[in-house]
């Protein structure tokens, strides 16, 4: 696992783990984020605890960051059928996540006006700034909803080419698009713990996948030259 030098075996262990480590990150965040148990307003709640405020922004940033890496190299295994879903969700959810990574600096802006000015005040300051039409445009709509709708088409992607089940997609649309419907709150340990198990699922069959099997969803490129190496026998001769 993780060797280096083997490219089949290196590429499929790194999106395996990721694909873990992802939701584990984001679950993690959840449960020591203060606004998880706390005010709803994140000024107060981040204001009361701003260590764990500080320590959740930095997971779910890490987070966000890991899983365009591993929806990027799932994009392989679309080669052969679901290609063009794969490629359109994989760039979707590469672009979305990192963007909604980018917006999580404002949450230490959030703990540092809660510890300053008063609940109202704090709201006030903070909406003024997050509500600049560059911040709305360049960073919120419509590129926070780009993720979770990459997520759905990579995932639909991969059911076209028979690395997954269709009850992932449909889980899916539950565990990504019901969450922005109901505040934040307790009941995002639900959404967290399916994202987990989703993502999670689909990194365990990853990593339990042989080179071979992994380096079989690659397409195949004949050469009128049976000296020539391509690409899929690589990837046979080092699984």
Excluded at 19 to 44: C, H, M, N
Excluded at 59 to 65: N, P
Excluded at 111 to 116: A, D, I, T
Aim: charged share 15%; aromatic share 10%; net charge neutral.
């Amino acid at each position: 696992m993780l060797k280096p030098s083997d490219a089949t075996d290196f590429r499929r262990s790194a999106i395996g783990l990721t694909l873990i480590a992802s939701p584990l990150l984001q679950l993690t965040a959840t449960l020591v984020d203060p606004g998880t148990w706390g005010d709803s307003r994140e000024t107060v709640s981040y204001g009361d605890n701003p260590a764990l405020a500080q320590l959740q922004s930095a997971l779910y940033h890490w987070s966000w960051l890991l899983l365009p890496l591993a929806a990027l190299g799932l994009m392989r295994l679309t080669s052969r059928r679901g290609t063009v879903l794969g490629h359109v969700g994989g760039v979707l959810t590469a672009l979305g996540f990192l963007n909604v990574s980018a917006l999580l600096m404002g949450d230490p802006v959030e703990w540092w006006l809660g510890r300053h000015y008063p609940p109202e005040q704090a709201e006030k300051l903070f909406d003024e700034v997050y509500n600049l039409p560059g911040v709305v445009l360049g960073f919120q709509m419509p590129w926070v909803f780009l993720g979770p709708l990459g997520l759905l088409l990579l995932l639909a992607g991969l059911t076209r080419a028979g690395v997954i089940r269709w009850w992932m997609p449909v889980l899916g649309i539950l565990v990504w698009i019901l969450p922005n419907t109901v505040e934040y709150g307790p009941i995002s340990l639900v959404w967290s713990g399916a994202n987990l198990l989703v993502l999670g699922y689909l990194g365990l069959k990853v990593l339990r996948m042989t080179n071979a099997e992994w380096a079989s969803y690659y397409p195949s490129y004949p050469s009128a030259d049976p000296g020539v190496t391509t690409p899929d026998s690589y990837a046979k001769t080092t699984a």
